[in-house]
């Protein structure tokens, strides 16, 4: 177990999901300035952006785009295609402002340390992940946990670390964040008053019933909208390819002994096996600091006098996994405290105790800090290495993954210069593959075999017509292709939109209809200081909403954060003017404003001061990284590479 990791403490509830992302991706994201990148020059080429000399390079800004992906579309799909490029956009600006946030908390001499990674990983988010029950997991479940991100030990803890170097500049900047008193009673007043109101409602869809236009007066509307019509059908190509599939060359791939000889000779240090010890413990747990950092004595004294009496029992010939089970409070005890192998505990003293026992021998009472420890040694095993026949389980598919795709990239290069010379169709044919042909295709089809791969799109879409057959690398393989030919965008001519022309005529048509009637029924409310007449007049329905907070929902109206706010702004008995919803036209009646009672301010001006405080520490934060980022790119610290930038955001720019 790593060294650092070897600090006892209390443990925070937080319970970690499933695989370790990247924190700088959640960290930043809502920080990130949109666009302002300006080409200075200097990045080389695969390299986006460099950051007071740090680079963001473009293979960084695919993998955190694609992530970003995952994220929104666990599922997958075709949207995934087309949303790439924004969400590569993203990713470089969020990339950006990551690296010139840590430079710049490290121009201001902050650092982070060893014992504060350590602290993190044992009390702060990754605590449940890593130390469950106080425990910690062990160092072969601490490393899996950590691939199954795709990150390698080094590479996690180092980010772990830049995200306490964040929160360190987070907290410097924002920690002048202030709010009155005045302030927070404002903020319950406007949180806690509610309104009751009638109101009038047009619908749209009613007034598109209305709507019945000509013949020549669509025409005249597609002749008058013509250019946003332009080059709307998008640029379709039609094109031939050979697929090299990986997967099934590695199927096809024999390892011999001799491979596997080879590998384990080659790697033989990553098999080597540290000495270890299969334990038992029984875990009484001290009690969590108090709000102001300190633990309460005599709840450690009690722990303690448990403890002992659990160790009395002990000796006087107790079951240990009877024990475990009815005292142990982590989750080994319904295992009879069981913790399975274990190389190294989290503690020193514990760690120098176990390795002293013998095999079946029990421990004294422990002091871990967080907790008071009682181990059983059941097995021990010395340092080695694990033999070949133990590991050439593991060996064999990496062997046959790498011997696939050397033969897969050899295959895809010899097809590629035989398809040059001979034609795609000979070459694949001679190679025992067959050769796709597809009818025209747009940057969003699915294609057999290859499905929707944005690599292959960019590949397929930058090439000429008719131009020499080209590569492109796959996920599953490799891609030979040639463009065959090539429709350009189109504009498409009124019979081929006349549907929707139609409805794109109707919407503009209803829309300026529905804000028409909506202020002549507000008008109309006001001169008779009637809604309810002048919705009988218009044909509005009128409907009574319930006492309704600022935060909340009123059937037709929607929120009451947007337009409909304005009747916390009115007096009972006053009419609004129109409120347009999008779908409806809301036009409302004030009926009754309840303010709440000032002995409910006590109970709630904490919250709503903490909410307050970090709202502007948010906004704070916000206009420091904007300041930031517009500084150091006038002083040339950040340099954007535009020509890496328009690459990585080339098909959202064309598909425009």
Known sequence: MIRFLQTPGPVKKYVLGGLL????????????????????GGPGQGVVAKVGG???????????????????????????????????????????????????????????????????????????????????IGQEAYEARIQQAELTVPQFEHSVKDEILFDKLRNLVTGSASVTDAEVHQEFVRKSTKVKFDYAVIKKDDVLKEIHPSEAELKAFYDRNKATYNNSIPEKRKIRYVLVDTAKIQAETQVTHEDLQAYYNQHRDEYRVPEQVK??????????????????????????????????????????????????????????????????????????????????GTSDVIDAGYAFLILRIDDKQPAHVKPLDEVKDQIEPVIKQQKAARVADNEANTLLTQAKTAGLDKAASGKGLEAVTTDFVSRTDTLPGIGNSPQFTEAVFGAREKAPPDEAQLPQGYAIFEVLAVKPPATPTFEEIRSRVETEFKNERSAALLSQKTRELSDRAKASHDLKKAAKELGATVKSSDFVLPDGQVPD????????????????????????????????????????????????????????????????????????????????????????????????????
């Open 21 to 40: 992302l990247l924190i700088c991706v959640s960290m930043v994201w809502y920080l990130v300035p949109s666009g302002g990148s300006t080409g200075l």
């Open 557 to 656: 109206v929607g929120s009451m954060s947007g337009g409909a706010s304005v009747a916390f702004t009115m007096k009972p008995g006053e009419i609004s003017g129109p409120i347009d919803n999008g779908n409806t036209g809301v036009v409302l009646a004030l009926l009754e404003k309840q303010e709440p009672a000032e002995q409910d301010f006590a109970a709630k001006k904490d919250e709503i001061r903490d909410s307050l405080r970090q709202s502007k520490q948010e906004e704070l934060f916000r206009l420091f990284v904007a300041n930031l980022r517009d500084q150091m790119q006038k002083a040339g610290k950040i340099q954007i590479n535009q020509d890496e930038m328009k690459s990585l955001t080339r098909s959202q720019e064309q598909g425009e």
């Open 279 to 360: 334990a038992s413990q029984i875990l009484i747990k001290t009690p969590l600091p108090g709000p102001d950092g300190k633990v309460d004595p005599k709840g450690i004294e009690e722990a303690r006098k448990k403890a002992d009496d659990v160790l009395k029992q002990l000796k006087s010939g107790a079951k240990f996994e009877d024990l475990a089970k009815k005292y142990s409070e982590d989750s080994s005890g319904k295992n009879g405290g069981s913790i399975g192998w274990v190389q190294h505990f989290p503690v020193p003293s514990a760690d120098k105790v176990a390795y002293a026992l013998a095999k079946g």
């Open 54 to 136: 740090e680079e963001v390079t473009r293979l960084e800004v695919q993998r955190q785009a694609t992530q970003m992906l995952k994220q929104q579309f666990p599922r997958g799909g075709a949207q995934m295609s087309m949303l790439l490029p924004y969400f590569t956009q993203r990713a470089a600006e969020n990339l950006i402002s990551q690296k010139a946030i840590l430079v710049e908390a490290e121009r201001l001499g902050l650092r982070v340390n060893d014992q504060e990674l350590s602290d993190e990983l044992q009390h702060g988010r990754y605590a449940q992940a890593f130390f469950p029950g106080g425990s910690f």
